[in-house]
């Protein structure tokens, strides 16, 4: 009953306030006439009686005043009566409100980007189902890959994982008939899909039951995107039968939108099972091969109540009769277990230093503008301190001309603080679909959430008050008299100590920014014009894959000379070569031990180094 | 004056507001001269402390108020108890008694 009456009124003292105050006004007015009536009767006459009357209200306005002072949504009043007020001041010195609008839109769009960035890959988990238990098995602290029949030992006697799930990258030819053409793919173990516990968006996904042993599974299962972008949401593709490398694989299903792998980094256009490998590939040996470490990671989601230490101690006690089985073959390297989604430690640590630094830095732009706009703020209280104390001697209390202030700068910082928060959502947009390398499906999934929006609001607010505070100090200790009697030339006592620290701050931390930038700069002009040993100007890149294309054996040289001579004959060529993998480029999953002449007993622990082997 | 006093004196003039409106619906002035006569004189209600109450009663969803005619002929705002107004009364009666009680007891204590 209360909170209903209460509600009613405030919703009337908002919308109707103008007939709130005219019925107000009417009512004291006769009010008033009553009471002079009332003196009539008495026997004076009607305009003494008034004029007393009125003297003895002692002034209607200030009743109107306590009235309204007491009605409900009074603080919504007020605090409308300060915007109205913020925004007239702002728009009377627009270069002000510009300058001030503009840094903050700078200082806070960079913030929401890199914040944006660190959200994405660090703080949002993965985005599968109860991803908190799900997490990559790493051999040694940030080697996350694994040979075949480890996998096979490790998922077999280990006791803490509900399921380990495998996969390796690679590229195939898919044939639907018309127009074959490469796609990356997961080769997966067959419970990837129920490990990570998601459900088919269109089909059936393959499971552990659809798997026998070698080539025993052909199907293929395909990604959102690429199905929408290559079968154009065809939803009769379920049953299909393709090709992949010249082999017939049946389409089951379709992953969910939104699902890429358990890597962020790298989208798959399909999911197959990877005991067809040597279908696929013509590859007999990999399969069995223990010293082969191809699978590129490995995933396990932990039983509920086991601890990653305890799971991290089973892996190794499993390791260690590994090791006693086949000493050549396995490494002293311990397992370990990492986050999934950035490729274990491999790619986590570096992101998470890089992003840490960054938004340090970011922090320091918005520190800096903070402390630009404080300054600011503060010479224009001072330049303001005739109308302060005008407004201080005619009444107005502290509070009230400091809550206006702070209307002032939180409206600003707010303004600063959409404008860079709609400029960091098209940065994030852009970079979401950005792919920095053509020939390989990588990109940086950054998609804005509510989390990039909070942040961005909060860092608003917190600099508006930052900068709103600096001048306060002035206010307090202002003595409207001295002002006043000082004339134009009046100010604030003590301004020039409060500014000169905040110019001191923002230069130290300008010199910061700008020193890493500049090293940040150079690093990279440098990197881009260093010395590889060859000349990489002028040089063509032409992607080739004659196993997707059905070649095999005697006819791959074959095919290879006619294709270099078919180049040669382009005018303007100079030179054709053909290489597995080109010099900078990542190399493949497939990786060889180099060991010294020396060396007798090749196990990996033994080997000099590593190189990406020419396996194809 | 403190706060704690300004309170009292609030919670005072809310209750005699709230009495003098029991026997019916009356306008500011009425209002004013029914709480002057119900305690023989000692209170007189100034238009700025009565009309800041008034309105803050209505709000609270004591009171009502209507625009009507005063005995003179004249348009005025009247002030009537709603059924909650009444409640709040009777329950904010009982507990002035029982303060009262106990300040004269407590006075009267040697």
């Known amino acids: ?616 | 004056m403190s706060s704690s006093q300004t309170n009292l004196l609030q919670g005072t003039l809310d209750l005699l507001i709230l009495k003098s409106l029991k026997t019916g619906e009356l306008h500011g002035l009425g209002v004013s001269r029914r709480i002057e006569q119900i305690t023989r004189g000692a209170f007189q209600v100034k238009p700025g402390s009565l009309f800041p109450a008034l309105h803050r009663l209505e709000e609270a969803g004591w009171l009502t108020s209507f625009w009507g005619e005063s005995e003179n002929n004249r348009r005025a705002r009247f002030y009537r108890l709603t059924k909650g107004g009444e409640r709040h009364l009777g329950h904010e009666a009982e507990e002035w008694q029982k303060i009262a009680a106990a300040m004269s007891h407590a006075l009267k204590a040697t």
């Open chain 1, 1 to 616: 009953m209360q909170f209903r009456s209460r509600l009613e009124s405030l919703m009337r003292n908002l919308l109707r306030k103008h007939e709130v105050d005219a019925d107000l006004e009417e009512e004291l007015e006769s009010y008033a006439t009553m009471l002079a009536d009332e003196r009539v009767a008495g026997g004076i006459c009607r305009p003494e009686a008034r004029r007393s009357t009125l003297a003895e209200l002692g002034g209607i306005e200030h009743i109107k005043q306590s009235v309204r002072d007491g009605r409900t949504g009074i603080t919504f009043e007020l605090l409308w009566q300060d915007v109205r007020l913020a925004l007239r001041q702002l728009r009377k010195s627009p270069g002000f409100t510009i300058t001030a609008v503009f840094t903050l839109t700078l200082a806070i769009g960079a913030n929401a980007v890199v914040f944006g960035v660190l959200n994405a890959l660090i703080l949002r988990p993965l985005n599968v189902p109860q991803a908190e238990s799900l997490f990559v098995v790493q051999h040694g602290s940030d080697v996350a890959s694994h040979s075949y029949p480890d996998y096979l030992d490790l998922r077999q006697r280990n006791r803490s994982f509900d399921d380990l799930a495998v996969f390796a990258i690679s590229q195939s030819g898919l044939d639907t008939g018309k127009d074959p053409s490469n796609v990356w793919q997961y080769e997966t173990s067959g419970n990837y899909f129920d490990t990570l516990r998601i459900q088919p968006y269109l089909g059936r996904f393959f499971h552990d039951s659809d798997v026998h042993g070698p080539n025993s599974a052909p199907y293929v299962v395909l990604s959102y995107a690429y199905w929408h972008s290559h079968f154009q949401d065809d939803r009769t593709v379920v049953g299909r039968v393709v090709r992949l490398n010249r082999h017939p694989f049946t389409i089951l299903g379709v992953a969910p939108p939104g699902f890429q792998g358990t890597i962020l980094f790298f989208v798959s256009d399909i999911f197959v099972p990877v005991v067809n490998h040597e279908q696929l590939f013509g590859d007999k040996m990999i399969l069995n091969a223990r010293g082969i470490r191809w699978m590129f990671e490995m995933v396990g989601r932990l039983k509920p109540g086991v601890t990653p230490a305890q799971a991290t101690a089973d892996l190794n006690s499993v390791d260690s009769y590994l090791k006693k089985s086949y000493p050549k073959e396995e490494s002293n390297d311990p397992y370990t277990l990492a986050r999934p989604g950035l490729h274990g430690d491999y790619l986590n640590g570096p992101t998470r230093t890089f992003l840490t630094g960054l938004m340090l830095l970011s922090g320091l732009i918005l520190l800096a503008a903070c402390a630009n706009l404080g300054s600011l703020f503060a010479a224009r209280a001072a330049d303001r301190s005739r109308e302060v104390a005008l407004r201080l001697a005619l009444g107005s209390s502290r509070n009230r001309i400091l809550r206006q202030l702070f209307t002032e700068s939180v409206l600003l910082s707010l303004a600063g603080g959409v404008a860079g928060l709609v400029a960091s959502i098209l940065l994030l947009r852009r970079l979401s679909v950005w792919q920095p390398f053509p020939r390989f499906p990588l990109h940086v999934p950054v998609s804005p959430d509510a989390n990039v929006y909070l942040v961005a609001l909060v860092l608003a607010l917190v600099s508006g008050a930052l900068f709103g505070i600096v001048p306060v100090r002035q206010i307090l200790r202002a003595n409207p008299y001295e002002i006043v009697k000082a004339g134009s030339t009046g100010a604030f006592g003590r301004r020039i100590t409060a500014r000169d620290v905040l110019l001191v701050v923002q230069i130290a931390i300008c010199a910061v920014l700008v020193t890493s930038s500049m090293v940040a700069v150079r690093g990279l002009m440098r990197s881009m014009h260093s010395n590889f040993g060859f000349e990489p100007r002028n040089a063509m890149l032409v992607d080739t894959d004659l196993t997707t294309a059905g070649y095999s054996g005697e006819k791959v040289p074959a095919m290879q000379r006619r294709m270099i001579d078919a180049i040669q004959a382009i005018p303007g060529v100079d030179s054709v070569g053909s290489v597995n993998y080109p010099p900078l480029e990542p190399p493949g999953t497939w990786q060889g031990l180099v060991y010294t002449d020396t060396t007798e007993d090749l196990s990996p622990s033994n080997a000099a180094g590593r190189l990406s082997c020419l396996a194809r």
